[in-house]
């Protein structure tokens, strides 16, 4: 079970409000993303009795600059920061970061605040925006402050934010427009892993010299530390091989990771100097943002990545949404995921559990028009929306025409059958929920494009080349 209540407030200072009201309950937690808490209480290692559901809150999902300033706004996605051409100007360290996390349908939940709310060392966002310089704004109904995020990381999940404040606002200083960033996060794996360590770095030029530096690793200490020795070796000279080799000694020597069952202490030392190297090399050709995908896939659909808002707060225990096509009411489904809800309330079983964790993409869904993971959205998050599953595909999509006729299958679903796509079939509901989202969001994907798109999607019998195929397949027909 999820929570017993679960309140969805509609304006920021009604949310203030609400905080106030049950902070001394020790029980309650803010939900935007979810990504992160609804993992936790997977795992048991949260049992909140109220969540408090901020993510259908007005106007906090935007990315402006003011007063040599960008700022953040705390329901800003990890997909919509990749999507800003702001942040893609005046902040690539962070870009980088958003775009290394997860997988398509995390990034179109997670929030940056909420990356930064966990606390965890592995968190991408974090580094990056410690070598912006960026400072955090809470706030309560007590009031608003601002700490610079050293002072706000207090440890492992362990943060300055008192029971009754949320994040208002993350902001850093407009980079100048001699400076640039790098950022490199090494894993087990290109997609959906966890950094063994990571590293963002911002440096500003006077013509080849460095005149300012900031380096971040994470991963490698119980918060994110800057590698301030190495910070002033590159102070007054060019990036030279001899320089940037000396930086990273002294990178090594100055950090102190952990062992644990990802990674041993010594292979993080070993990593944290090959992807130090990298990035100053990077740096130093101006090559940092190489290979970038100027339209990189997002899995919107057909929106622009924000899902609807509500105008009347919700507490009640029913979950009223559009289930492919019709309107149907989830009855006292505020304690399940939509996962649980699909397979239990509405009887929908296409949508399969893999995983629970957002690791598997097996229960990918629409909600809104654009794909999530269903294991990490509350049911009471349908509410007032319009869902997608594998069963309605057909019906709200294109279908496909078969000898002149009209197919009861999308696009997509013949094309999997073409292929071979299909094998022992657990994993290929989702699969065709990510790769019909491609299809609209557009029509004729490369394979490049269509392996983005899926990289969220783990097939156990890993027979991703037909599957490909079949996308674009899809995506010739006409």
């Not at 969220?456 to 079949?470: F, S």
């Amino acid at each position: 079970m999820l929570c017993k209540t679960y309140i969805t407030p509609v304006t920021f200072d009604e949310t203030l409000l609400v905080l106030a009201e049950h902070a001394g309950n020790g029980d309650t937690r803010l939900i935007a993303g979810g990504t992160d808490v609804l993992v936790e209480i997977e795992h048991g290692l949260s049992s909140p009795q109220t969540l408090i559901d901020i993510s259908r809150l007005p106007d906090l999902d935007r990315i402006w600059i003011e007063d040599g300033r960008v700022h953040i706004g705390p329901l800003v996605t990890h997909n919509q920061a990749v999507a800003s051409p702001i942040i893609r100007e005046h902040a690539w360290p962070l870009l980088r970061a958003c775009w290394e996390v997860g997988a398509p349908q995390i990034r179109n939940r997670g929030t940056i605040a909420g990356n930064l709310a966990t606390a965890s060392p592995a968190n991408d966002t974090i580094p990056a925006l410690t070598a912006l310089d960026a400072d955090i704004t809470l706030a309560s109904t007590r009031g608003e402050r601002t700490l610079p995020l050293a002072q706000f990381f207090q440890g492992v999940r362990r943060t300055a934010l008192a029971a009754d404040e949320m994040i208002a606002e993350i902001s850093f200083p407009q980079p100048l427009a001699t400076a640039r960033g790098a950022f490199i996060k090494a894993g087990l794996r290109r997609a959906q892993a966890i950094s063994l360590v990571n590293i963002a770095i911002s440096l500003d030029f006077d013509g080849e010299i460095v005149k300012s530096a900031r380096i971040a690793f994470g991963s490698v200490a119980p918060t994110i530390v800057r590698a301030e020795s190495a910070e002033r070796v590159l102070l007054g000279h060019p990036l030279t091989p001899g320089r940037i080799a000396l930086a990273t000694a002294l990178v090594q020597e100055a950090i102190r990771p952990i062992d644990d069952v990802r990674a041993s202490a010594q292979y993080r030392r070993w990593l944290a100097g090959i992807i130090t190297r990298r990035a100053l090399e990077q740096l130093a050709a101006g090559t940092e943002r190489a290979g970038w995908i100027e339209n990189p896939v997002m899995l919107w659909g057909e929106t622009d990545g924000r899902f609807s808002v509500i105008s009347d707060q919700s507490t009640g225990s029913d979950v009223i949404c559009t289930l492919n096509g019709e309107s149907i009411v989830l009855h006292n489904a505020t304690h399940m995921t939509l996962l649980d809800a699909l397979r239990e309330m509405a009887h929908l079983p296409g949508t399969k559990e893999g995983c629970a964790e957002g690791e598997c993409g097996a229960c990918t869904v629409w909600l809104d028009g654009i794909a999530v993971m269903a294991c990490l959205v509350p049911a009471a998050r349908s509410h007032g929306c319009e869902v997608v599953t594998v069963e309605g595909l057909a019906g709200v999509s294109e279908q496909s025409t078969v000898g002149g006729h009209r197919s009861s299958l999308h696009a997509i679903q013949e094309a999997m059958v073409r292929s071979g796509g299909v094998q022992c079939g657990y994993c290929t509901p989702g699969l065709i929920m990510s790769a019909a989202n491609l299809l609209r969001e557009r029509p004729h994907p490369s394979r490049d494009e269509a392996a983005e798109a899926i990289t969220g999607n783990l097939c156990r019998c890993t027979g991703y080349a037909k599957v490909l195929d079949a996308i674009v397949a899809a995506g010739e027909r006409e």
